[in-house]
């Protein structure tokens, strides 16, 4: 069965209530997991643009009729003024592109000033470290987190106030911790060398939950850290504060 396919039957299992409803998000949590472990390449459902002169992020997502927010996140674009001729935009399935016409003044001025959101008071960094592989595209595949390189025993700590709703092994993202948080918003910690936080504990915003290790399908220690709203995977740079 193919990944979107098996990911289809298995939601509907959830909302099904064949799994009790603590376990409804690590449900899709767990499939996400899965599916990212084997990800076709984003060749094969997006395609990516170059960036011509005279276009903006806000001009090409209306083009491809593609939220900009998502753009910008897909493409670690913070200040979508700094993108420039050349710039390569990854954009995910969506109809053919629409030709660039020439916007009324007043048009192209609202698409200018539309914002790219972000969110940086709801969570706090994990661990301390450097962050070696962002959210989007790395190695032409998906990667719906980010991956901070720490020493290994580096304790880990809740990046918000929830309920753990997951804490084991998970494949390839070995030792894992899923946490559900206020608003539907649920962060994933995996490749840790221990977990310390229990399925169905209560953590609060910055509780040691772990500690950073290398196990499952990981080169080196780092934690990789998800930030999901709801279903939605989202770019945890876009929430976490600047480091200084």
Not at 101 to 107: Q, V
Not at 160 to 171: E, H, I, M, N, T
Request: positive net charge; hydrophobic residues 40%; contains cysteine.
């Amino acid at each position: 069965m193919g990944g979107r396919k098996m990911h289809e039957a298995w939601a509907m299992k959830c909302k099904a209530g064949s799994l009790k409803r603590v376990l409804l998000a690590s449900c899709f949590l767990f499939l996400a997991s899965f599916l990212f472990s084997c990800a076709t390449s984003f060749d094969a459902k997006g395609k990516f643009h170059r960036v011509q002169s005279g276009e903006t992020i806000w001009r090409v997502a209306k083009a491809y009729r593609v939220s900009v927010q998502d753009l910008a996140e897909l493409n670690n674009i913070e200040d979508g003024t700094k993108i420039g001729p050349g710039t390569r935009l990854y954009l995910p399935d969506r109809p053919k592109k629409e030709s660039f016409k020439k916007l009324p003044r007043k048009e192209r001025e609202q698409l200018f000033n539309a914002p790219i959101q972000t969110d940086r008071t709801r969570f706090v960094w994990p661990v301390g470290g450097t962050v070696v592989s962002n959210f989007g595209i790395r190695n032409g595949r998906r990667h719906d987190g980010i991956d901070i390189a720490a020493r290994s025993g580096t304790v880990i700590r809740a990046a918000a106030a929830g309920k753990v709703v997951f804490s084991s092994r998970l494949g390839g993202y070995g030792n894992t911790i899923i946490i559900r948080h206020d608003d539907n918003f649920f962060t994933t910690y995996a490749h840790n060398r221990q977990n310390k936080a229990k399925k169905g504990a209560t953590v609060k915003k910055g509780q040691i939950i772990g500690f950073v290790g290398a196990t499952g399908n990981a080169t080196g220690a780092h934690i990789h850290f998800e930030i999901r709203h709801g279903q939605k995977a989202r770019n945890p740079l876009f929430f976490l504060p600047v480091k200084k």
